[in-house]
Every structure is written in C-alpha cells, then in structure tokens.
C-alpha cells in the first residue's frame, strides 16, 4: 500500500512568490492533516480535513495560506504571497476515519525555502 | 491547554548502549492519545506507536519499550542496545484536547548513536 506522498520535495522561491504544495493521503484515508516545522521550533498544527470539508482550520497562520482538498482526495496549500517566515517543512498525514483518533501517517514533507 | 515536553534536546551514545528518551505532557483532557514518531535523516515521520489514557500498560516491540505513566504524565521511550539505524531525531505527540484529533509535537530529541 502506497504512503503518504508529497510534491514537491523541496522548493526554494523568492519573497511575494506563490507556492502550491500538494499532498496525496493514503488511499481511503478520509482524515487529511497539514502541519509544519520551522526552523528550531516544533511541529505545529495547521488544519485538518474530513474528506472535503475543513474541520479544524485553527493553526492556520493567516490569510495568506490556503488549503483545499476538492472531491475528498488529494490536498493543496497554497501560499500567497509567501513571507521569509513561511520557511520550514510543510507536512502531510493522513487517517482512517473509521476508528476515532486514528493513527496518523506522515509523508516526507516538503523543504520550502523563501528568499 | 496541552504541552509536551521533551528536555533532551540531544543524545550521544555509543552502539549498544541502552538509551531513553524522555516525554513529559500537561493535558486537562481525562481521554487522550499518545505517540511516539522517529524522523530520520531523510526527513520522512515514521510512526512507532500510539496509546490511550486509559491503557497504562507497558509495551515492548523487539528493542523498543514505552513506559506510560499517568502518575507523572509520562511517556518515555527506551531503546535496548542500540544500533546506528537508531540514529535519528524522536517526536513525543499528544492529542485529544476537546475531541481535536490534532497532534500536539514535543521539539524532538535527536539521538545519535556512534558505532
């Protein structure tokens, strides 16, 4: 069975630039979670989708992150324009939602970089 | 709110030796989980195991064992004989505050564990 994937693995853009990460969960998983480390800090909590609709969105930093999972599948957080603190590895997890508080599975992350 | 603290920011050892990793959480929840993630250098998270509040017992999986105490809110990782695969930066998680799945991440403790 296929992990969590994400795309990109790394990504260096400037400051004001757009990025769009995707994150694809394990197949059937309806539970899909973005977190994020910065650099020295912890893992934090961004949102977390069930299928479609976002059920917990209070990590999320500002307006400037947006994140989307049409049609309960895949994932994508947008950053818009992206600031020099949005820098850090962007994670991706999914669950099984049959069971309450189901494990959660990491994929690799994604490395952004903002010059 | 919750916390997790996990004050061993880095550990050295020599192949072998037994080491623990120490976590310490704060949480008012009386129902939550708790999990133990290793990361290591190639950045993926992987999980390693997940307990309730309400299962204390001790559990051992080949060279790794977890001691849950709810006593002094402690959840704490050793791993029995050390090999360099070892190697890696160790997450302590916790969740459950107000029925929010989402993960609550110590800062890690990086081991590294020299042959």
């Known amino acids: 069975e296929a992990g969590v994937t994400q795309f990109p693995s790394h990504s260096v853009i400037e400051k004001g630039q757009t990025v769009t990460l995707r994150c694809d969960p394990i197949s059937g998983h309806d539970n899909l979670y973005w977190y994020r480390r910065v650099m020295g800090k912890e893992i934090k909590f961004l949102l977390h989708?069930?299928?479609?609709?976002?059920?917990?969105e209070s990590g999320m930093p500002n307006n400037r992150f947006l994140a989307e999972r049409t049609g309960g599948t895949y994932s994508t957080l947008k950053v818009q324009p992206a600031e020099l603190e949005d820098s850090g590895v962007y994670f991706c997890?999914?669950?099984?939602?049959?069971?309450?508080?189901?494990?959660?599975?990491f994929g690799p992350g994604t490395r952004l970089l903002v010059l | 709110a919750q916390k997790v603290t996990q004050a061993q920011t880095e550990i050295s050892v020599v192949e072998k030796e037994d080491v623990t990793l120490d976590c310490v959480y704060e949480t008012r929840d009386t129902t939550y989980y708790l999990f133990w993630y290793k990361q290591p250098p190639s950045g993926e998270l992987v999980f390693l195991i997940r307990?309730?509040?309400?299962?204390?017992q001790n559990e051992i999986s080949g060279r790794y064992s977890w001691n849950f105490q709810k006593s002094t809110s402690s959840f704490n990782f050793t791993i029995t004989a050390s090999q360099v695969v070892d190697s890696a930066v160790y997450f302590c998680a916790l969740s459950g505050q107000g029925g929010s799945e989402k993960l609550v991440f110590g800062k890690g403790t990086k081991l590294t564990v020299n042959p």
């Open positions: 989708f069930v299928k479609e609709s976002k059920q917990d």
């Open positions: 307990r309730n509040s309400f299962d204390e």
């Open positions: 997890a999914s669950s099984h939602r049959a069971v309450r508080q189901e494990t959660q599975y």
